[in-house]
């Protein structure tokens, strides 16, 4: 049997474009990319904590650096620049892989720098 985990996301990503006249997909800085452990192409799921729309679509990289988080194409329709966002993307794992894995957590500020990194979600307190 297969598992669906958490692989990698960016936690409270704000977005910095929307461009609906552009190929669907959601571009990433590409350091983000490689600390959240995402590839190009990739599916990912968004979660738009600013308004409530979840959506599924995939990753562009955009320039290194550049702090971007862009909605491209429909998703452009459901995020505002500015709305904080959850990028979260999955893997299937057997037992084995699944007892032994740690997602890469990336925690994000306000502005797309780093807050910090994890690979495990603190309890939740009553």
Known sequence: MLLTLL???LHMAAVTQAEIWYD????IDADLIKLAGLREFEQIDIYN???GERFTTYV?????GSRT???????AR???IGDRIIIAAYGQFDEAEAAN????LVYLNPDNS????SNAIPEQAA
Do not use: E, Y
Not at 24 to 27: I, K, R
Not at 69 to 75: F, K, L, R, T, W
Not at 101 to 104: A, L, Q, R, T, V
């Open 78 to 80: 459901k995020v505002q």
């Open 114 to 117: 780093i807050d910090r990194i």
């Open 101 to 104: 894995f740690k997602p890469s």
């Open 69 to 75: 988080i862009s909605m491209n194409g429909a998703a």
């Open 49 to 51: 904590v600013s308004n």
């Open 24 to 27: 669907g997909s959601c571009a």
């Open 7 to 9: 692989k990698g996301k």
């Open 60 to 64: 562009i990289q955009a320039a290194a």
